[in-house]
């Protein structure tokens, strides 16, 4: 048909596919339901074909209205679509390049910024302190014993305080935020005004009046130093334990499969906390797999695909909008009369589906098991013995492989997991599970259960880019019924907050001594 | 037949008189007692009040001494022989009706119907 030519074109040329390509072994399905997903989320113009004319906005799509023959003309329909995706392919590409481009640029200068800021921080107290042995070296007191004490409260001071920034703020950046971050600047604007009002001072009472009272100035730079440290434990505070106790709990629903977690936050910036969601969702969330999604999409299709409305006033007659609504209408009005079926066939077919997918894995665990018993840890003294035949891990995970490969292969497909496992993967895991001696339910583990996306090869998950979607201002906090949704590729996160209730406790005091009991009777006598 | 701590107690009762009936070497009245001042009240399914600490009849045996004399199940014990029974334990009642040396009890009993009767009366013959 035309329209696959068309379809897996666009992915050919699609940018988000750049990464796709690298990796031929994914099969076909994969890309044609990925491209068929992507479609459905852009715009409700491009549907399968037979949905097209019954969804459509027939204002924008005017001079269709009257083609009667949308079989016969599936190109043209692919031809708008094509073009309205390649345009959207260049924004998006552009949009790209400008955010890749954008994003280096900010850091770098977020960058040098710090590094000015820091370098201006610490010597500032060494400037101070040698300033006037530069300046004026013959009017400047001697250094008493006093003094040459503070010298050492200065230096360990500011060792202490460089450990301190290395530890708080020296550590590789996790993400790149669409924001900057509110605390952050403001800490470094406050840092600059303080040490900038420092050398003010300086500049004005002691460098213009060339102080001889080195003691103070070296007393002066002390205070300094301790006014950084605290400003740096003002960093901790607002940076890292403000957000630590927990305030709202939020509730992170997948839009594809439904999939929901909740988890508890503290008190975040909205794009902060969606920091924490997506890195909460690598790790706990199981692995995306589109495979799963075409059932209910192909059931969609066919609640579509059973009418067809037919305009027979023509044009000009009704409004546009009005033809729309009398065309919805009339659909839904011929479906609410239409007696389906389709949940009988759904039922039959998810019980079949289980009964098949449970056969082929008793037939999996088998084989797995007898293949695990061909081979034997050989210990120390045969090894001394017997040179001759020995593999190490990987060749021992060869030799077994081929005995299982068909079973795991066939449980793979029925449960559609094949693109998530290539055989190298599957072989490495295999002397993996050999050299640590694992059972073979251990090793299957992995398969029968989708784990969370991060387990898997980095292929599946280095090329994504998230998106924030919201509508309050991203450095805002989290409030109490925000909304905000996190806009992946082939899926979005929908992620919805409450605040943790105000909790009143108060206290009942019980007497250990007033735990007394009798006992119920009811007896009868007969006489 | 609830009762006011303080207040006498007033009831209408009627006199049942029971033989007591050899078995063996047991003289048997033929009827079960329940309730108590030791007992749990809220239990007693015959009582109207359930703080009601009274000896009730619990059980009557078919053509038993009880029986044949008129007692009737349900019905509270008030006196047994002169004895009190509104404010014993278990034990104790069962000690005052089960006295070997007696062949007969006399008992005071009273019962809902007893009370509705006498109102009945009082309101059918008006007062002369």
Known sequence: ?527 | MSFVPGQPVTAVVERVEIQKLRQGENLILGFSIGGGIDQDPGQNPFSEDKSDKGIYVTRISPKGPADLAGLKMGDKIMQVNGWDMTMVTHDQARKKLTKKREDVVRLLVTRKSLEEAVKHSKCSYPKH
């Open chain 1, 1 to 527: 048909m035309d329209t696959e030519s068309t379809y897996s074109g666009y992915s050919y040329y699609s940018g988000r596919s750049r990464g796709s390509h690298r990796h031929g072994e994914r099969s076909r399905d994969r890309h044609k339901s990925r491209s068929k997903d992507s479609r459905s989320e852009k715009s409700v113009t491009i549907n399968t074909p037979p949905a097209e004319p019954l969804l459509g906005d027939t204002a924008v799509r005017g001079e269709q209205v009257q083609d009667d023959n949308w079989g016969e003309t599936t190109t043209a329909i692919t031809g708008t679509s094509e073009h309205s995706l390649s345009q959207e392919d260049i924004v998006r590409i552009t949009k790209d390049l400008e955010d890749s481009v954008g994003l280096d640029c900010r850091r770098y200068f977020t960058r040098t910024l710090a590094i000015i800021l820091g370098l201006l921080v610490f010597l500032t107290p060494l400037a101070f302190l040698v300033l006037p042995h530069i300046l004026w070296p013959d009017k400047l007191q001697s250094c008493g014993t006093a003094c040459e004490g503070l010298f050492i409260s200065v230096a360990f001071k500011l060792l202490i305080l460089l450990l301190a920034v290395w530890a708080l703020f020296f550590r590789p950046a996790r993400a790149g935020l669409p924001r900057v971050y509110v605390f952050r600047a403001l800490l470094a604007v406050l840092v600059l005004l303080f040490v900038i009002s420092y050398w003010l001072f300086y500049g004005v009472r002691i460098l213009d009046s060339q102080d001889e009272n080195y003691q103070g100035i070296v007393q002066y730079a002390v205070s300094l130093v301790d006014a950084l440290l605290f400003i740096h434990y003002l960093a901790i505070v607002l940076l890292e334990l403000r957000q630590l106790q927990p305030c709202y709990s939020v509730c992170v629903t997948r839009s594809t499969d439904g999939e929901t977690r909740h988890y508890n936050l503290g008190q975040l910036s909205i794009q902060r906390a969606a920091l924490a969601i997506i890195e909460h969702y690598y790790c706990d969330f199981p692995v995306h797999n589109p495979a799963l999604l075409s059932a209910s999409k192909s059931r969609a299709a066919k609640h579509l695909a059973g009418l067809k409305v037919y305009n027979v006033d023509g044009p000009g007659n009704n409004t546009a909008a009005g033809i729309a609504h009398s065309q919805s209408r009339a659909m839904i009005a011929a479906a609410a009369r239409r007696r389906d079926t389709s949940h009988n066939e759904l039922y039959y077919e998810e019980a079949e589906h289980e009964r098949r997918v449970r056969k082929r894995r008793a037939r999996l665990v088998v084989a797995v098991e007898e293949a695990f018993t061909h081979i034997k840890r050989m210990q120390e003294e045969e090894q001394k013995k017997a040179p001759g035949d020995v593999m190490d891990p990987r060749e021992a995970a060869q030799a077994i492989f081929p005995s299982m490969a068909r079973a795991l292969q066939k449980y793979l497909r029925t449960t559609k997991q094949q693109h998530c496992h290539s055989m190298e993967s599957i072989q490495q895991h295999l002397a993996f599970c050999i050299t640590n001696n694992m059972t073979p339910k251990a090793f299957l583990e992995s398969y029968l259960t989708p784990g969370p996306t991060v387990q898997y090869s980095r292929d599946f998950w280095r090329a994504r880019q998230w998106t924030l979607i919201s509508e309050a201002s991203v450095t805002s906090g989290l409030k109490d019924g925000t909304i905000f949704l996190l806009k992946c590729v082939d899926f979005s996160l929908v992620v919805t907050s409450k605040k943790i209730p105000y909790i009143q406790m108060s206290e009942e005091y019980i007497d250990p001594k007033s735990h007394k009991f009798v006992l119920r009777l009811q007896s009868e006598t007969s006489v």
